[in-house]
């Protein structure tokens, strides 16, 4: 046996690599199927790489480097790509030794690991009463953040992304039939008065999907549901909403379509009634998206993300986004829980290898851009160190540094038999059999493996014997940082370095001789001998295709202990575990709703550090990306599904820390964590920690209002507005007085006088405004919108309609009409339902009777209904419990709270 080559400064992988392209190419099984895992890694000059110096390098020093084969990448604006003193570069395989000896290297990783994936498996009410909905009212909602993604990529068109700030638009009652008719009632576009042909409404169904292999779908009826679905204008009548760039619109067309909106539902009866109006989406939330090497930017070229390449495998990151940033508040009830946030997605759509590097590159664009919160929503779990002590660990450490929160999801690992712990006593034999079946079941095809991978990794100072027993077979010693052997029909090469944090890690790959043969099926064994010290090893492994999924795994696998993932392992991760938010998985133990999902990783690293920061539900409702795959189901790009695992959890810590940056602007990085951790739940929680951070619940379970406010929200019911308009002589009041609240908690009210969308008022504990009447426009008819809210963000709201008159009477033969002229000067005035001025001086018999006239007049002109002599005329429009028309207030709208994500 060869002692293992331990060194802390060049990778091992680089020298493997090396060997496999020269002897196999890119085409080798190592690099993934049809080996797209080399695309773009490395080819037969080189690879890249990720370099750490102990300092910044001089020009000398670069221009030393690059004439020895080292090429340092530099960014769009000419800049080294660079994180702190962490390097991007592609280094010729000639390169190598020379930088060995560099006096100031750390460490130069290998850009290139197979086994990275997005953490999923396969809730707004658990982060502290119903904080998706109750933020918003309250005013936080993310806005003057910026959350960074990295991700799959994302269906820029789905309408969840997309402001409603376009404005408000009246809606035509084609029918004149009181209520709203799809296909025949049209959008004002052009705000004059007449329903043109190119303004019919159509529902846009919100539908949503509850499990996908049931096919399962619901709100797919074309009948508005206010909360869950858009309206959209129709404009060349062919009934579908048609989007994009290739459908005839441009980066300047709101919300990159045919006119897209949101009903204003003043009252909350989940119908659009006659003087409520429409909000158009406008603005995309989404700053930026680089789909692999493609930047594309709101206001320049966004809008041809909807064609992009990374579509079809936008799944993962459409969910997670929506997670964040997603829907309308105030509007619909499926919303993210920082929906006024902007947001950057960092396209990573490659299943095998070109980690390190790509990754490195998004945290530097995030760190010029300004990012707030960084979610990473990848990880290897299987190649790649368990302590921390990785370059790109190292980069996160850096823009933790710089301010920036590193949220990372643990990964699903925990039963998915691809972790073993064994604990080997000195002189004896350690053995970690795994199982090799005959392929990798998706659906109805069966992929056969052809690569398998993973480390065994251990802490002491021994330097133990390796050997791999194929099935049926005799054991084949192997060497570490040697040549690649044959076992079975298979080919082996091992590797060994010792971390930088003293941890050892011997990484594996198996994979065909021949690449049409796949690796010999049944029972292998990893032979460990020469132990002599007790010492604990570790193991991970897996294969090409079945990433969490049951696939090759080890036969007496070990859970609920060191499962986490990198880049969860980082010092600066918020790393996040799932519990069950919605729904129990009960065909699983130890996944009802509460309790910690069976799959969540757990603590602690390998050098004993918990890790484990915070749990969060995992199972929203949440954008459902329209890949190729989903639009050959029929289905829609409006369209939800249920989204659980870590990947589901993470995105709620993620917006919870953009929403205390946007309440504490002044607070550092490490506050924002603490307050996170400090205001977590911590009841019944299973297993019952014995302190905190737990190596399962970490600090406990994310509970943001607590984080916001420093105390838990109580039960809440919304208060009831109400909203009259008294038109004086001189002003206009409007008086919410008769507002009131069930719980008697103080309220504040807020006022759009002529419901132009634009608040004229910002909250205020007065009730009562006035305007002058020269505000506004006589013989046109207002309405005037009130909103109320408590002080836990509950909202409600009332609409009254008025109109002004001009109280200076037309000539008029006074003779004409003798049965007014008699009336008596104290004659009972008409009644109307309104609550109407009376002036504070008294007329004479002539004046009174030409108002009366001239009143009369008006009243047969306009065709309404009698006014008061103030010449006023108020009405409500809020809809009762039983349909019925409400005059002077409208009615307490259904609380928010209880809705999903």
Known sequence: ??????????????????????????????????????????????????????????????????????????????????????????????????????????????????????????????????????????????????????????????????????????????????????????????????????????????????????????????????????????????????????????????????????????????????????????????????????????????????????????????????????????YHDRIGLAPGADLIVYGFSFTEGWETTIMASFIEDALHEQVDVLLHEWTNCFTRSLDGSTNMEAAMDHARAQGMIQINPLGNLNRSQKHIRREVVAGAQGLLSFEVGNGFAFGPDVFPYTLIYGTVQWRGPISPAFALRPPGGEPVHVYLNADTVAVGNALTHWTHEATLRDTNIATFYLWSADQQVPVQAGEWAVIIDDVFEDESFFGRISDSYSGWSLGVGWKQSTTDAMTLCFPATADSAVAVGAYGGRHDLVTQDGSRVGQLRNFSGRGPRLDGRANVALTAPDDPFTALAATPQIVATGWGRSWYATFGGTSGAGPHVAAAAALVRERYPQWTAAQIEQRLFESADRDALVPEPASYPDNHWGWGKLNVYRALYGAPARANRAPTAVLSVDVGEQAVVFDAGASSDPDGDRIEFRFDFDYDGVWDEGWTSAPRASVAREFFELDRPYFARLEVRDGFGARAGALVEFTLFDPTPDPVDVGADEDVASAPNNAAKPTTTCLCATSTSTPSNHLFLLLLLATAAIVRRSRRRPLSRNCHRSRAVATGPNGVRNNEQSLKPEPTHGFDL
């Open 1 to 330: 046996m060869s002692p293992p080559v331990s060194s802390q400064q060049i990778d091992p992988t680089f020298a493997f690599l090396q060997k496999v392209i020269a002897v196999q190419g890119a085409k080798s099984p190592v690099f993934g199927p049809s080996g797209q895992g080399a695309r773009g890694a490395l080819d037969i000059h080189g690879t890249a790489a990720l370099l750490r110096f102990d300092q910044e390098l001089d020009e000398a020093q670069l221009a030393a480097l690059e004439k020895q084969g080292v090429r340092f990448e530099r960014r769009h604006d000419g800049q080294l790509a660079r994180i702190g003193t962490i390097y991007r570069a592609w280094i010729r395989w000639s390169a190598l030794e020379a930088l060995s000896d560099h006096p100031n290297l750390i460490r130069a990783e290998a850009g290139w690991a197979p086994g990275v994936l997005l953490p999923l498996e396969v809730t707004g009410e658990k982060l502290g009463a119903h904080a998706a909905h109750i933020l918003p009212g309250l005013g936080v909602d993310g806005k003057t953040t910026l959350i960074g993604n990295i991700d799959s990529g994302i269906d820029v068109l789905h309408p969840a992304f997309f402001h409603a700030d376009g404005g408000l638009f009246d809606w035509i009652d084609v029918n004149a039939n009181g209520r709203f008719d799809a296909g025949i009632d049209a959008v004002d576009l052009n705000k004059n008065g007449v329903a043109d042909r190119n303004e019919v409404l159509r529902v846009l169904d919100g539908s949503w999907v509850q499990d996908f292999r049931a096919g399962q779908v619901q709100n797919r009826d074309g009948v508005l549901q206010t909360r869950l679905d858009w309206l959209y204008a129709d404009m060349n009548r062919d009934s579908e909403r048609n989007v994009g760039r290739t459908a005839g619109f441009d980066e300047q067309s709101p919300a990159y379509g045919e006119p897209l909106f949101v009903v204003d539902d003043v009252n909350a009866n989940g119908r659009l009634d006659p003087g409520e109006k429409l909000v158009l989406l406008k603005t995309s939330k989404i700053k930026k998206y680089i789909d692999n090497a493609t930047v594309y930017e709101r206001g320049i070229n966004l809008i041809d993300a909807g064609q992009a390449e990374g579509l079809a495998n936008a799944h993962h990151g459409t969910g997670v986004s929506g997670i964040l940033v997603g829907g309308q508040p105030g």
